[in-house]
């Protein structure tokens, strides 16, 4: 770890692409990581690190941090738990990437956080900040987002009641692709709720035909 505590800090990007492929073999054999745990303060700087990955303008580099992140959450589970925080924020910045493949990743990391990590509502209380993301396409995601955490986990551990607002927000967002992606969601929510959502809706001041 003091050797992948040094080298995650590396900018040259073929460098990266290399301690990257290291770190998940590393991860993936725990007979090879005994010491993850052993230094919190070195854990904590790798996965600061990494987090910067995550940012990096090089989708590559982006790319194998949210793979590295994944490994971490299959590796510590819950005890991943102190970092949510500091993911999050980047993760949605990622689910509004120009790449497909880099959008869909960064969604699946965070369904990841939901399965292994803390509870979705857990995540859904710091994550839906995005809904006001400043960039189109991660507004998008998050509601997108939501549709796939209702796929996978029903509406039962979400209190949908502090997640409709948003959505009904987002329902006049400027960009269309946001607007259908909102009514995509409440889709969802009425799909599992029923009639209680078309209520909330009128007391919110949706028009009956909306």
Same mark, same amino acid.
């Given at each position: ?9 590396? /900018? ?8 990257? *492929?290291?770190? !998940?073999?590393? $991860? ?5 990581? @005994? ?5 919190? *303060?070195?854990?904590? /700087? ?7 990955? #995550?940012?990096?303008?090089?989708? /590559?580099?982006?790319?194998?941090? !949210? ?7 299959? &590796? $510590? ?13 980047? %993760? ?6 120009? /790449?497909? *493949? ?41 509601? !997108?987002?939501? #549709?796939?955490? !209702? ?6 551990? %979400? ?7 948003? $959505? ?8 269309? *692709? ?5 009514? $995509? ?5 009425? &799909? ?14 949706? @028009?009956?035909?909306?």
């Amino acid at each position: 770890m003091d050797y992948f505590c040094e080298q995650v800090q590396q /900018k040259d990007v073929g460098r990266r692409m290399q301690v990257g *492929q290291e770190l !998940l073999e590393y $991860l993936g054999d725990p007979a090879r990581s @005994p010491d993850l745990e052993q230094d919190q *303060q070195r854990l904590d /700087k790798v996965i600061d690190e990494l987090t910067a990955w #995550v940012n990096s303008s090089n989708f /590559k580099v982006a790319l194998l941090g !949210l793979d590295v992140l994944g490994a971490f959450v299959d &590796r $510590l589970s819950g005890r991943f738990k102190p970092y949510i925080g500091t993911v999050l924020m980047p %993760l949605t910045d990622r689910m509004g990437d120009a /790449k497909d *493949q880099v959008r869909e990743q960064a969604q699946n990391l965070i369904l990841k956080l939901m399965s292994e990590a803390a509870p979705p509502m857990y995540i859904w209380e710091r994550l839906a900040v995005g809904f006001k993301h400043k960039n189109y396409r991660s507004r998008e995601g998050v509601c !997108l987002c939501l #549709v796939a955490t !209702l796929n996978i986990y029903g509406a039962q551990p %979400l209190i949908l009641s502090k997640l409709v607002p948003h $959505l009904c927000l987002a329902f006049g967002d400027s960009n269309s *692709q946001v607007r259908d992606a909102a009514i $995509l969601a409440i889709v969802e929510v009425y &799909r599992h709720v029923g009639e209680k959502v078309r209520i909330d809706l009128t007391k919110r001041g949706i @028009p009956p035909g909306r």
